[in-house]
Protein backbone atom coordinates (compact mmCIF):
# COMPACT_ATOMS: atom_id res chain seq x y z
CA UNK A 1 0.00 0.00 0.00
CA UNK A 2 1.20 3.41 -0.88
CA UNK A 3 1.51 5.81 1.84
CA UNK A 4 0.20 8.29 -0.24
CA UNK A 5 -3.40 8.12 -1.79
CA UNK A 6 -5.96 10.88 -3.40
CA UNK A 7 -8.30 11.63 -0.88
CA UNK A 8 -11.67 9.16 -0.30
CA UNK A 9 -14.57 9.98 -2.89
CA UNK A 10 -11.48 11.88 -5.54
CA UNK A 11 -10.17 10.27 -8.67
CA UNK A 12 -7.05 10.61 -10.26
CA UNK A 13 -7.84 10.56 -14.03
CA UNK A 14 -5.51 8.59 -15.88
CA UNK A 15 -4.19 9.24 -19.35
CA UNK A 16 -6.12 5.77 -20.26
CA UNK A 17 -9.76 8.18 -19.40
CA UNK A 18 -8.91 12.16 -20.23
CA UNK A 19 -9.30 11.39 -23.74
CA UNK A 20 -12.94 10.79 -23.21
CA UNK A 21 -12.49 13.72 -20.59
CA UNK A 22 -11.27 16.29 -23.09
CA UNK A 23 -13.81 15.27 -25.97
CA UNK A 24 -16.78 15.91 -24.03
CA UNK A 25 -15.05 19.11 -22.39
CA UNK A 26 -14.55 20.22 -26.33
CA UNK A 27 -18.05 19.20 -27.03
CA UNK A 28 -19.24 21.53 -23.85
CA UNK A 29 -17.20 24.51 -24.74
CA UNK A 30 -18.32 23.99 -28.50
CA UNK A 31 -22.21 24.03 -27.89
CA UNK A 32 -21.94 26.60 -25.57
CA UNK A 33 -20.45 29.00 -28.11
CA UNK A 34 -22.95 28.43 -30.79
CA UNK A 35 -25.61 28.74 -28.34
CA UNK A 36 -24.31 32.23 -27.77
CA UNK A 37 -22.79 31.32 -24.48
CA UNK A 38 -19.45 32.85 -22.89
CA UNK A 39 -17.45 31.47 -20.66
CA UNK A 40 -16.77 32.69 -17.83
CA UNK A 41 -14.43 31.22 -14.59
CA UNK A 42 -15.32 31.91 -10.98
CA UNK A 43 -13.23 30.97 -8.36
CA UNK A 44 -13.14 27.02 -6.71
CA UNK A 45 -14.25 28.91 -3.65
CA UNK A 46 -16.40 31.70 -2.16
CA UNK A 47 -17.74 33.21 0.95
CA UNK A 48 -19.50 30.78 2.51
CA UNK A 49 -22.96 32.89 2.87
CA UNK A 50 -23.31 33.10 -1.08
CA UNK A 51 -23.94 29.26 -0.87
CA UNK A 52 -25.75 29.32 2.29
CA UNK A 53 -27.67 31.97 1.28
CA UNK A 54 -28.23 31.50 -2.76
CA UNK A 55 -28.89 27.29 -2.44
CA UNK A 56 -30.73 27.59 1.13
CA UNK A 57 -29.42 27.20 4.59
CA UNK A 58 -31.80 24.10 5.02
CA UNK A 59 -30.52 22.01 2.17
CA UNK A 60 -28.52 18.75 1.80
CA UNK A 61 -26.17 20.42 -0.01
CA UNK A 62 -25.65 23.04 2.49
CA UNK A 63 -26.63 21.80 5.72
CA UNK A 64 -24.34 17.75 4.82
CA UNK A 65 -22.27 18.51 1.78
CA UNK A 66 -20.33 22.17 1.60
CA UNK A 67 -16.86 21.37 2.21
CA UNK A 68 -15.73 24.05 3.74
CA UNK A 69 -12.36 25.89 4.50
CA UNK A 70 -11.09 25.69 8.01
CA UNK A 71 -10.69 29.48 8.84
CA UNK A 72 -6.90 30.93 9.94
CA UNK A 73 -7.24 32.94 13.30
CA UNK A 74 -6.18 36.11 11.30
CA UNK A 75 -9.23 35.76 8.94
CA UNK A 76 -13.21 36.99 9.61
CA UNK A 77 -14.56 35.39 6.39
CA UNK A 78 -15.36 31.89 6.16
CA UNK A 79 -15.12 29.99 3.01
CA UNK A 80 -16.23 27.02 1.05
CA UNK A 81 -15.66 25.00 -1.78
CA UNK A 82 -18.22 25.28 -4.56
CA UNK A 83 -20.50 23.11 -4.70
CA UNK A 84 -22.57 23.99 -7.74
CA UNK A 85 -21.54 26.87 -10.27
CA UNK A 86 -24.69 28.95 -10.11
CA UNK A 87 -24.54 30.34 -6.72
CA UNK A 88 -20.84 31.74 -8.00
CA UNK A 89 -21.67 33.04 -11.26
CA UNK A 90 -24.80 35.23 -9.72
CA UNK A 91 -22.37 36.93 -7.16
CA UNK A 92 -20.48 37.61 -10.29
CA UNK A 93 -23.20 38.92 -12.24
CA UNK A 94 -24.05 40.96 -9.28
CA UNK A 95 -20.49 42.00 -8.37
CA UNK A 96 -19.48 43.30 -12.24
CA UNK A 97 -22.50 45.02 -12.75
CA UNK A 98 -23.85 42.74 -15.25
CA UNK A 99 -27.56 43.92 -15.34
CA UNK A 100 -26.04 46.66 -17.57
CA UNK A 101 -24.98 44.64 -20.37
CA UNK A 102 -27.68 43.68 -22.98
CA UNK A 103 -29.86 41.09 -21.52
CA UNK A 104 -30.05 38.35 -21.54
CA UNK A 105 -26.25 37.40 -20.23
CA UNK A 106 -25.54 34.19 -21.13
CA UNK A 107 -22.75 32.30 -20.15
CA UNK A 108 -21.13 28.94 -19.54
CA UNK A 109 -18.55 27.00 -17.32
CA UNK A 110 -16.86 23.77 -17.36
CA UNK A 111 -15.18 22.55 -14.02
CA UNK A 112 -14.62 20.93 -10.92
CA UNK A 113 -17.24 20.77 -8.28
CA UNK A 114 -17.40 19.79 -4.63
CA UNK A 115 -19.43 18.38 -2.20
CA UNK A 116 -19.11 16.30 0.95
CA UNK A 117 -21.16 13.45 -0.48
CA UNK A 118 -21.01 9.65 0.95
CA UNK A 119 -18.34 8.36 -1.96
CA UNK A 120 -20.29 5.76 -4.11
CA UNK A 121 -20.17 4.76 -7.94
CA UNK A 122 -21.21 8.15 -9.23
CA UNK A 123 -21.28 10.06 -6.28
CA UNK A 124 -17.87 12.04 -5.68
CA UNK A 125 -16.41 14.28 -4.08
CA UNK A 126 -15.10 16.06 -6.65
CA UNK A 127 -17.04 16.13 -9.93
CA UNK A 128 -17.25 17.80 -12.95
CA UNK A 129 -19.90 20.08 -14.03
CA UNK A 130 -20.75 21.89 -17.52
CA UNK A 131 -23.09 24.59 -16.76
CA UNK A 132 -24.76 27.04 -18.91
CA UNK A 133 -26.81 29.84 -17.68
CA UNK A 134 -29.31 32.55 -19.04
CA UNK A 135 -29.36 35.34 -16.61
CA UNK A 136 -31.80 38.30 -17.56
CA UNK A 137 -34.39 36.06 -19.55
CA UNK A 138 -37.96 35.31 -18.42
CA UNK A 139 -38.76 32.52 -20.63
CA UNK A 140 -40.83 30.26 -21.72
CA UNK A 141 -38.68 30.22 -24.83
CA UNK A 142 -35.06 30.26 -23.62
CA UNK A 143 -36.23 27.31 -20.96
CA UNK A 144 -36.81 24.97 -24.14
CA UNK A 145 -34.05 26.52 -25.92
CA UNK A 146 -31.73 25.25 -22.75
CA UNK A 147 -33.56 22.11 -22.09
CA UNK A 148 -32.67 21.20 -26.12
CA UNK A 149 -29.11 22.30 -25.33
CA UNK A 150 -28.54 19.68 -23.00
CA UNK A 151 -30.57 17.16 -24.71
CA UNK A 152 -27.98 17.79 -28.01
CA UNK A 153 -24.91 17.62 -25.87
CA UNK A 154 -25.69 14.25 -25.09
CA UNK A 155 -26.67 12.89 -28.34
CA UNK A 156 -23.46 14.39 -29.61
CA UNK A 157 -21.79 13.13 -26.96
CA UNK A 158 -22.72 9.09 -28.46
CA UNK A 159 -25.49 8.77 -25.55
CA UNK A 160 -28.76 7.92 -27.08
CA UNK A 161 -31.95 7.70 -25.05
CA UNK A 162 -31.60 10.08 -22.49
CA UNK A 163 -35.28 11.03 -21.28
CA UNK A 164 -35.96 14.68 -20.10
CA UNK A 165 -38.05 15.05 -16.63
CA UNK A 166 -39.87 18.03 -16.40
CA UNK A 167 -41.97 19.94 -14.08
CA UNK A 168 -42.90 23.27 -12.75
CA UNK A 169 -41.98 24.18 -8.88
CA UNK A 170 -44.31 27.65 -9.15
CA UNK A 171 -43.53 30.43 -7.33
CA UNK A 172 -43.34 32.67 -4.27
CA UNK A 173 -46.77 33.57 -5.29
CA UNK A 174 -48.30 30.23 -5.38
CA UNK A 175 -45.88 27.82 -3.66
CA UNK A 176 -46.38 28.93 0.10
CA UNK A 177 -49.96 27.73 -0.12
CA UNK A 178 -48.92 24.67 -2.07
CA UNK A 179 -46.22 23.93 0.71
CA UNK A 180 -48.52 24.26 3.90
CA UNK A 181 -51.07 21.59 1.76
CA UNK A 182 -48.45 19.34 1.44
CA UNK A 183 -46.84 19.43 4.96
CA UNK A 184 -50.96 19.13 6.24
CA UNK A 185 -51.38 16.01 3.81
CA UNK A 186 -48.00 14.81 4.85
CA UNK A 187 -48.49 15.36 9.01
CA UNK A 188 -51.86 13.11 8.85
CA UNK A 189 -49.60 10.31 7.30
CA UNK A 190 -47.20 10.87 10.39
CA UNK A 191 -46.83 7.45 11.05
CA UNK A 192 -46.20 6.24 7.91
CA UNK A 193 -43.11 8.54 7.30
CA UNK A 194 -40.21 7.01 7.70
CA UNK A 195 -37.67 8.60 10.23
CA UNK A 196 -35.40 10.94 7.86
CA UNK A 197 -38.41 12.27 6.25
CA UNK A 198 -40.18 13.18 9.22
CA UNK A 199 -37.42 15.33 10.08
CA UNK A 200 -37.38 16.67 6.46
CA UNK A 201 -40.81 17.80 7.42
CA UNK A 202 -40.57 19.93 9.60
CA UNK A 203 -37.97 22.11 7.21
CA UNK A 204 -37.80 21.13 3.64
CA UNK A 205 -41.64 19.16 2.77
CA UNK A 206 -40.88 19.79 -0.75
CA UNK A 207 -37.81 17.07 -0.39
CA UNK A 208 -40.24 14.46 0.69
CA UNK A 209 -41.60 14.53 -2.58
CA UNK A 210 -38.23 13.12 -4.98
CA UNK A 211 -37.35 10.59 -1.57
CA UNK A 212 -35.79 7.55 -3.29
CA UNK A 213 -37.41 5.76 0.10
CA UNK A 214 -39.91 3.03 -1.27
CA UNK A 215 -41.92 3.04 1.85
CA UNK A 216 -42.69 6.79 0.66
CA UNK A 217 -43.43 5.75 -3.23
CA UNK A 218 -47.63 4.90 -2.58
CA UNK A 219 -47.49 8.55 -0.35
CA UNK A 220 -45.83 10.18 -3.12
CA UNK A 221 -47.98 8.74 -5.72
CA UNK A 222 -51.57 10.76 -3.94
CA UNK A 223 -49.59 13.88 -2.75
CA UNK A 224 -51.31 16.96 -4.07
CA UNK A 225 -49.31 18.24 -6.74
CA UNK A 226 -47.60 21.75 -7.73
CA UNK A 227 -48.40 21.18 -11.30
CA UNK A 228 -52.67 21.45 -10.04
CA UNK A 229 -51.80 24.25 -7.57
CA UNK A 230 -49.93 26.65 -10.00
CA UNK A 231 -51.06 30.53 -10.34
CA UNK A 232 -52.27 31.78 -13.75
CA UNK A 233 -48.61 33.43 -14.98
CA UNK A 234 -46.85 29.76 -13.54
CA UNK A 235 -49.38 27.77 -15.48
CA UNK A 236 -48.92 29.84 -18.36
CA UNK A 237 -45.78 29.87 -17.83
CA UNK A 238 -45.59 26.13 -18.15
CA UNK A 239 -47.59 25.67 -20.72
CA UNK A 240 -45.56 27.56 -23.34
CA UNK A 241 -42.56 25.76 -22.10
CA UNK A 242 -43.90 22.37 -23.12
CA UNK A 243 -45.70 24.36 -26.39
CA UNK A 244 -41.93 25.37 -27.32
CA UNK A 245 -40.29 21.88 -26.45
CA UNK A 246 -43.19 20.26 -28.30
CA UNK A 247 -42.53 22.46 -31.77
CA UNK A 248 -38.55 22.41 -31.23
CA UNK A 249 -39.40 18.16 -30.61
CA UNK A 250 -38.02 17.59 -27.83
CA UNK A 251 -39.91 14.36 -26.02
CA UNK A 252 -40.13 15.05 -22.26
CA UNK A 253 -42.29 13.13 -19.32
CA UNK A 254 -44.07 15.52 -16.47
CA UNK A 255 -42.78 14.55 -12.87
CA UNK A 256 -44.66 16.15 -10.08
CA UNK A 257 -42.04 14.80 -7.79
CA UNK A 258 -38.95 16.19 -9.35
CA UNK A 259 -38.60 19.18 -6.93
CA UNK A 260 -34.60 20.13 -7.10
CA UNK A 261 -32.92 20.08 -4.24
CA UNK A 262 -31.99 23.67 -3.96
CA UNK A 263 -34.38 26.78 -2.50
CA UNK A 264 -34.05 28.92 -5.19
CA UNK A 265 -35.79 27.04 -8.16
CA UNK A 266 -38.54 28.73 -9.51
CA UNK A 267 -41.24 27.34 -12.09
CA UNK A 268 -39.43 25.26 -14.87
CA UNK A 269 -37.46 22.41 -13.39
CA UNK A 270 -36.00 19.23 -15.35
CA UNK A 271 -33.60 16.40 -15.18
CA UNK A 272 -31.83 14.28 -17.57
CA UNK A 273 -32.02 10.44 -16.96
CA UNK A 274 -30.95 7.38 -19.01
CA UNK A 275 -34.40 6.34 -20.41
CA UNK A 276 -35.86 3.43 -17.68
CA UNK A 277 -32.89 4.13 -15.47
CA UNK A 278 -34.58 7.07 -13.45
CA UNK A 279 -35.93 4.71 -10.58
CA UNK A 280 -32.45 3.71 -9.47
CA UNK A 281 -30.32 5.87 -10.90
CA UNK A 282 -28.87 9.40 -9.69
CA UNK A 283 -29.60 12.33 -12.76
CA UNK A 284 -27.39 12.83 -15.11
CA UNK A 285 -27.69 16.54 -14.95
CA UNK A 286 -30.48 18.97 -13.99
CA UNK A 287 -31.24 22.84 -13.96
CA UNK A 288 -34.20 24.92 -13.93
CA UNK A 289 -34.96 28.70 -12.90
CA UNK A 290 -34.30 30.60 -10.62
CA UNK A 291 -35.94 34.14 -10.79
CA UNK A 292 -35.15 35.35 -7.16
CA UNK A 293 -31.59 34.16 -7.10
CA UNK A 294 -29.93 37.38 -8.80
CA UNK A 295 -32.32 39.74 -5.61
CA UNK A 296 -30.88 37.38 -3.38
CA UNK A 297 -27.29 38.06 -3.61
CA UNK A 298 -28.21 41.28 -3.93
CA UNK A 299 -28.37 42.73 -7.25
CA UNK A 300 -31.90 43.96 -8.61
CA UNK A 301 -34.65 40.76 -9.44
CA UNK A 302 -33.89 39.46 -12.65
CA UNK A 303 -35.19 36.05 -13.55
CA UNK A 304 -32.78 33.51 -14.99
CA UNK A 305 -32.40 29.63 -15.96
CA UNK A 306 -29.63 27.43 -15.93
CA UNK A 307 -28.55 23.78 -15.46
CA UNK A 308 -25.70 21.66 -14.40
CA UNK A 309 -24.66 18.55 -16.52
CA UNK A 310 -22.73 15.88 -14.43
CA UNK A 311 -19.59 14.62 -16.92
CA UNK A 312 -18.66 11.83 -14.43
CA UNK A 313 -21.62 9.85 -14.50
CA UNK A 314 -22.32 10.73 -18.13
CA UNK A 315 -18.62 8.84 -18.43
CA UNK A 316 -20.19 6.50 -16.44
CA UNK A 317 -23.38 5.66 -19.07
CA UNK A 318 -20.96 6.23 -22.00
CA UNK A 319 -18.85 3.43 -20.78
CA UNK A 320 -22.06 1.28 -19.79
CA UNK A 321 -23.46 1.67 -23.15
CA UNK A 322 -20.37 0.44 -25.20
CA UNK A 323 -19.15 4.12 -26.19
CA UNK A 324 -15.12 3.66 -26.84
CA UNK A 325 -13.40 6.91 -27.65
CA UNK A 326 -11.03 7.37 -30.37
CA UNK A 327 -7.86 6.00 -30.28
CA UNK A 328 -5.44 8.84 -29.01
CA UNK A 329 -3.31 10.33 -31.77
CA UNK A 330 0.01 8.12 -32.35
CA UNK A 331 2.98 10.50 -33.32
CA UNK A 332 3.37 10.86 -36.81
CA UNK A 333 7.00 10.28 -37.25
CA UNK A 334 9.46 8.93 -34.86
CA UNK A 335 13.27 10.16 -34.91
CA UNK A 336 15.71 7.38 -34.59
CA UNK A 337 19.46 6.22 -35.39
CA UNK A 338 22.11 3.79 -35.01
CA UNK A 339 24.20 6.32 -33.09
CA UNK A 340 24.05 6.99 -29.17
CA UNK A 341 25.85 9.93 -29.43
CA UNK A 342 23.70 11.64 -32.32
CA UNK A 343 20.76 12.68 -30.13
CA UNK A 344 21.21 15.87 -30.08
CA UNK A 345 21.01 15.40 -33.75
CA UNK A 346 17.63 12.95 -32.87
CA UNK A 347 16.35 16.01 -31.13
CA UNK A 348 16.90 18.72 -33.15
CA UNK A 349 15.33 17.14 -36.31
CA UNK A 350 12.25 16.02 -34.04
CA UNK A 351 12.00 19.73 -32.51
CA UNK A 352 12.06 20.72 -36.33
CA UNK A 353 9.17 18.76 -37.45
CA UNK A 354 7.19 20.23 -34.14
CA UNK A 355 7.79 23.40 -35.00
CA UNK A 356 6.13 22.44 -38.49
CA UNK A 357 2.81 21.42 -36.86
CA UNK A 358 3.93 17.53 -36.88
CA UNK A 359 3.75 15.44 -33.86
CA UNK A 360 6.83 13.84 -33.22
CA UNK A 361 8.91 11.96 -31.11
CA UNK A 362 12.87 11.72 -30.65
CA UNK A 363 14.29 8.72 -29.39
CA UNK A 364 16.43 10.14 -26.91
CA UNK A 365 17.59 6.65 -24.99
CA UNK A 366 20.77 4.40 -26.36
CA UNK A 367 18.88 1.62 -27.46
CA UNK A 368 19.66 -0.60 -30.59
CA UNK A 369 18.36 0.84 -34.05
CA UNK A 370 16.25 -2.38 -34.00
CA UNK A 371 14.48 -1.92 -30.34
CA UNK A 372 13.77 2.20 -31.44
CA UNK A 373 12.14 1.02 -34.79
CA UNK A 374 9.89 -1.44 -32.83
CA UNK A 375 9.22 1.26 -30.24
CA UNK A 376 7.68 3.45 -33.19
CA UNK A 377 5.87 0.76 -34.53
CA UNK A 378 4.61 0.05 -31.13
CA UNK A 379 3.54 4.04 -31.15
CA UNK A 380 1.73 3.29 -33.82
CA UNK A 381 3.61 6.23 -35.95
CA UNK A 382 3.81 6.19 -39.78
CA UNK A 383 7.14 7.44 -39.90
CA UNK A 384 10.68 6.70 -38.59
CA UNK A 385 13.10 9.02 -39.76
CA UNK A 386 16.17 7.06 -39.31
CA UNK A 387 19.69 9.94 -38.65
CA UNK A 388 22.36 7.74 -39.78
CA UNK A 389 26.03 8.12 -41.87
CA UNK A 390 23.57 10.55 -44.65
CA UNK A 391 23.57 13.05 -42.07
CA UNK A 392 26.83 14.46 -43.68
CA UNK A 393 25.28 15.10 -46.76
CA UNK A 394 22.15 16.68 -45.33
CA UNK A 395 19.77 13.80 -45.99
CA UNK A 396 17.83 11.11 -43.34
CA UNK A 397 15.98 8.07 -44.15
CA UNK A 398 12.21 8.23 -44.27
CA UNK A 399 10.68 5.02 -43.61
CA UNK A 400 6.78 4.70 -44.60
CA UNK A 401 6.44 1.94 -41.39
CA UNK A 402 3.24 0.65 -42.36
CA UNK A 403 3.81 0.79 -46.22
CA UNK A 404 7.19 -0.82 -45.59
CA UNK A 405 9.20 1.17 -47.70
CA UNK A 406 11.93 3.25 -47.04
CA UNK A 407 13.99 6.34 -48.86
CA UNK A 408 16.60 9.05 -48.70
CA UNK A 409 15.61 12.67 -47.99
CA UNK A 410 17.07 15.82 -47.92
CA UNK A 411 16.20 17.20 -44.03
CA UNK A 412 15.42 20.49 -45.78
CA UNK A 413 11.97 18.52 -47.33
CA UNK A 414 11.69 16.20 -44.59
CA UNK A 415 8.77 18.23 -42.71
CA UNK A 416 7.14 18.90 -46.37
CA UNK A 417 7.79 15.38 -47.23
CA UNK A 418 5.99 13.96 -44.26
CA UNK A 419 3.05 16.17 -43.33
CA UNK A 420 2.23 16.03 -47.37
CA UNK A 421 2.54 11.87 -47.21
CA UNK A 422 0.33 11.75 -44.06
CA UNK A 423 -2.35 13.40 -44.76
CA UNK A 424 -2.67 11.44 -48.15
CA UNK A 425 -2.02 8.21 -46.13
CA UNK A 426 -5.16 10.12 -44.12
CA UNK A 427 -7.57 11.25 -46.58
CA UNK A 428 -6.53 9.20 -49.44
CA UNK A 429 -4.76 9.91 -52.84
CA UNK A 430 -6.21 13.01 -54.60
CA UNK A 431 -9.64 12.31 -56.43
CA UNK A 432 -9.34 8.48 -55.30
CA UNK A 433 -10.63 6.17 -52.67
CA UNK A 434 -10.78 6.13 -49.06
CA UNK A 435 -8.00 6.50 -46.64
CA UNK A 436 -6.77 4.13 -45.02
CA UNK A 437 -6.47 5.62 -41.35
P1 LIG B 1 -27.49 18.67 -8.83
O1 LIG B 1 -27.17 20.11 -8.70
O2 LIG B 1 -27.37 17.92 -7.53
O3 LIG B 1 -28.76 18.38 -9.54
O4 LIG B 1 -26.33 18.08 -9.73
C1 LIG B 1 -26.31 18.27 -11.12
C2 LIG B 1 -25.53 17.15 -11.74
O5 LIG B 1 -24.21 17.13 -11.23
C3 LIG B 1 -26.06 15.77 -11.38
O6 LIG B 1 -27.08 15.40 -12.25
C4 LIG B 1 -24.84 14.92 -11.54
O7 LIG B 1 -24.59 14.57 -12.88
C5 LIG B 1 -23.75 15.82 -11.07
N1 LIG B 1 -23.45 15.55 -9.65
C6 LIG B 1 -24.00 16.09 -8.55
N2 LIG B 1 -23.43 15.62 -7.44
C7 LIG B 1 -22.49 14.74 -7.83
C8 LIG B 1 -21.53 13.91 -7.17
N3 LIG B 1 -21.42 13.91 -5.85
N4 LIG B 1 -20.72 13.12 -7.92
C9 LIG B 1 -20.81 13.12 -9.27
N5 LIG B 1 -21.68 13.88 -9.95
C10 LIG B 1 -22.51 14.68 -9.26
Avoid at 81 to 92: D, H, N, Q, S
Avoid at 375 to 382: K, N, V
Avoid at 422 to 436: E, L
Wanted: glycine share 10%.
Amino acid sequence: MPAYRAPRGTRDLLPAETPAWTRLERLGADLASRYGYRRIETPLFEQSEVFERGIGAVTDVVEKELFRIAPRTDEAESWALRPEPTAGIVRAYVQHGMQTWPQPVKLSQLGPMFRYDPPQAGRYRQFWQFDVEAIGDPGPAVDAEIIELGTRYYRDAGLEGVEVLLNSIGDPTCRPAYVAELTAYFDAHREALPELERTRLERNPLRLLDSKDPAMAALNAMAPRITDRLCEPCAEHFAAVRAHLQALAIPYRLEPGLVRGLDYYTRTAFEFYVAGREGQQQALGGGGRYDGLVELLGGRPTPAIGFGIGLDRLVLALAETGVTEPAESAPIAVVVGADPDATSHRLRIATDLRAAGLGARAELGRRKLGKQLEAAARDGAHFAVIVGDELADGDVGLRDLPAGTQKVIPIADLAREVGRAHAAHRHGPPGGGAGSA
